[in-house]
């Protein structure tokens, strides 16, 4: 019903004046706060997939530099070596919690800024009065086309991002006596890394797979070369530096060149960003694995679209398993409803068990939001009661998908991965965390209740 009320009002109110309205409380908010962005050399990054661990690898490569560094994203807020789990729920924060964030950066002398910037964020110009200067897409895939309308409207959204780097008249910063440069640091594997390369910038730098390169400054690209994957990550080398990472999959080889690309922007060397880059092991609800003393494995994540969902099949090829249980639900709110039936299907033609549970119900009736899954997992050949089952109680299908797991067997938890609240109706948030409910079943042995269907 919420939702119903707002989405009424914005069509009674033209378009123009309410992208006014978001602007101005944007800018109001960086006056209010002393426009901190000002004294910090600002990431932003954008993209469908990998922004969260984008972030992260940057801060990781900046440090290893030297670098006090300050982080907003989905997973993790940091300010300077204290990093805590993002309680809000959401990646972009509102424009007055994102310029006070920002304050606390400059008021604890972090020189750079880093901010995950989501399309939905980006669309109500919450980066009006952030002064960026490093832009980095990462990827474009459909997601949220419903809520922005389009295709075209969806990579606007997060184009704006871009467009930030250069105003009428942009502001010049100086960091440690020299001036910062606006760079746009773009995939140029993918098909949208022209748009995002078409705005205006000081500087342009591409990374990518594809050895055919148009970034016409041959030394900005940072071809991905000899790479190896293998269940305990991957190796790769750009420009002759061999780089390894225990992070799986082929994606977050993409991500950490995301972040080399964008590090070395800032004239930090490719030698110093392997180094730190051998040392993530791991990035909270990011393909996390859960190690309890069990005889299978868990991974929590937060994929929860079509593409995430290739993406994290593709990177658990590699691993020795059995089976595959694989517990995940569909976000409600009217957020995306046409994919539910397509997650549905990818399971069902991936995984040896699938249990269809809650996600972020908001408003909607969760028992149709799974109906909806259900039906492409079913049409995928997967059989209700048996293989397929329907659990609506987040715990108890989780604790379900534990006692299920035979050793050998891989449990996949999707959705949600570190988030710290789930979102149901009315408003209400509660107190959640996939990992710590995952735990929790392992030691008590997974359900109490009998699982609906045979044992598969």
């Known amino acids: ?37 000002r004294r910090m050399v600002v990431f932003g990054v954008t993209g469908t997939k990998g922004k969260s661990t984008v972030c992260y690898l940057i801060a990781r490569i900046l440090e290893q530099a030297g670098r ?28 007055f919690s994102l310029q006070r964030f ?33 832009a980095v897409f990462t990827n474009l ?27 009428r008249r942009p502001f010049r910063k100086k960091i440690r006596g020299k001036s910062v440069s ?4 773009a995939n140029e594997d993918d098909p949208a890394a022209s748009y995002f390369l078409s705005f205006p910038a000081d500087e342009y730098w591409t990374f990518g797979m594809n050895p055919t390169a148009k970034n016409p400054r041959p030394e900005r690209h940072l071809q991905i070369q000899d790479l190896e994957l ?83 099949y593709e990177a658990v090829a590699v691993l020795p398993k059995k089976r595959i249980i694989h517990v995940f639900g569909s976000t409600g709110g009217g957020r995306d409803r046409s994919r539910r039936p397509i997650l549905g299907e990818l399971a069902g033609r991936n995984a040896d068990i699938v249990i269809v549970t809650t996600d972020d119900p908001y408003d909607e009736d969760p028992a149709a939001i799974s109906a909806a899954v259900i039906a492409g997992a079913r049409q995928a050949g997967k059989v209700l009661g048996e293989n397929l089952l329907d659990i609506l109680d987040r715990r108890e299908a989780i604790r379900a998908a534990v006692r299920l797991a035979e050793p050998g067997d891989l449990l996949l938890i999707t959705g949600k991965g570190s988030e710290q609240r789930m979102a149901l109706a009315r408003g209400r948030k509660i107190p959640w965390d996939d990992r710590e409910v995952t735990r929790s079943a392992i030691h008590s042995g997974g359900a109490t209740v009998e699982v609906i269907g045979k044992r598969v």
């Open 141 to 167: 895939t459909p997601e949220h086309i419903e809520s922005h309308g389009s295709w075209e409207k969806y990579m606007a959204a997060k184009g704006r991002l871009f467009a930030a780097l250069h105003t």
């Open 230 to 312: 293998s269940p305990e990550g991957s190796t790769f080398a750009i420009k002759g530096v061999r780089f390894s990472l225990h992070l799986l999959g082929r994606s977050n080889v993409m991500n950490a060149a995301a972040a080399i690309a964008a590090a070395s922007s800032g004239g930090i060397s490719l030698e110093t960003a392997a180094a730190a880059l051998r040392a993530v092991y791991g990035i909270p609800g990011r393909f996390e694995r859960i190690e309890e003393g069990q005889d299978f494995t868990v991974i929590v994540d937060y994929a929860h679209e079509p593409a995430s969902f290739k993406q994290l």
């Open 102 to 134: 920002l304050r606390r950066m400059d008021g604890e002398r972090v020189e750079t800024a880093i901010v995950e910037s989501s399309s939905e964020g980006l669309a109500q110009w919450r980066q009006a009065g952030i002064s960026y200067d490093v």
């Open 1 to 37: 019903m919420l939702f119903f009320i707002k989405d009424k009002i914005r069509s009674l109110v033209p378009r123009g004046l309410i992208a006014l309205y978001h602007r101005l409380l944007s800018l109001a908010a960086a006056f209010f706060y002393g426009f901190p962005s």
């Open 182 to 185: 606006k760079v746009a640091v």
């Open 68 to 95: 006090r560094v300050g982080m907003t994203t989905t997973p993790l807020m940091k300010v300077g070596p204290r990093e805590w789990l993002n309680v809000s729920k959401i990646t972009m924060l509102g424009r």
